[in-house]
T-cell receptor
Framework: SQELEQSPQSLIVQEGKNLTINCTSS?????LYWYKQKYGEGLIFLMM?????EEKSHEKITAKLDEKKQQSSLHITASQPSHAGIYLC???????????FGTGTSLTVIP | GAVVSQHPSWVICKSGTSVKIECRSL??????MFWYRQFPKQSLMLMAT?????????EQGVEKDKFLINHASLTLSTLTVTSAHPEDSSFYIC????????????FGPGTRLTVT
């Protein structure tokens, strides 16, 4: 199975602070997705990265995929309480038949 | 965009009974559907992958006789939790991938199951 390890497991930050979440794969990634979720609710798609070295931004969130395509980072600038939730990276298996999620990062933003 | 629905959104059942959860792709044909479960403060764990017209492929550790998956058509997959127990209480999410012009998959809103 595709193993995706996220760090940190949980994060508590003061509003306005920047933060970074990492997602590391045991295998080469052929597409890395980032989602946001609150337990008991659906997933919110954030970004998808495919190419080594690719970087995408949406509002205050930036995601990067390293050149070797085995690690991705999600960076939030000037965090707000609305950023709180569970952040999940996800990727397909190398056969494309399965889709796995990372271990998840729980983010709390203190006003 | 492509829409995936789940029904019911929440269900409470008694221990020992079975409960069925439906996952539908509303505006596209889903050749593959995935079922995940999630416990509080944890990530989504892939339970099984189902392709229309064939048997589901279960992940290691998931009991196929307990979690029956049927992908009878290109728009519907069902997950039946048989002889449910309190430890089966969880949040179940499905996703669908198919003929949408891309390789993306679309997630349902989830079903919260509580077994009393």
């Amino acid at each position: 199975s595709q193993e995706l390890e996220q760090s940190p497991q949980s994060l508590i930050v003061q509003e306005g602070k920047n933060l970074t979440i990492n997602c590391t794969s045991s295998k080469t990634l052929y597409g890395l997705y980032w989602y946001k979720q609150k337990y008991g609710e659906g997933l919110i798609f954030l970004m998808m990265l495919q190419k080594g070295g690719e970087e995408k931004s949406h509002e205050k969130i930036t995601a990067k995929l390293d050149e070797k395509k085995q690690q991705s980072s999600l960076h939030i600038t000037a965090s707000q309480p609305s950023h709180a939730g569970i952040y999940l990276c996800g990727a397909s298996s190398n056969t494309g038949n399965q889709f796995y999620f990372g271990t998840g990062t729980s983010l709390t933003v203190i006003p | 965009g492509a829409v995936v629905s789940q029904h019911p959104s929440w269900v409470i059942c008694k221990s020992g009974t079975s409960v069925k959860i439906e996952c539908r792709s509303l505006d596209f044909q889903a050749t593959t559907m995935f079922w995940y479960r999630q416990f509080p403060k944890q990530s989504l764990m892939l339970m099984a992958t189902s392709n229309e017209g064939s048997k589901a492929t279960y992940e290691q550790g998931v009991e196929k006789d307990k979690f029956l998956i049927n992908h009878a058509s290109l728009t519907l997959s069902t997950l039946t939790v048989t002889s449910a127990h309190p430890e089966d209480s969880s949040f179940y999410i499905c996703s669908a991938r198919g003929y949408t012009g891309g390789d993306e998959q679309y997630f349902g809103p989830g079903t919260r199951l509580t077994v009393t």
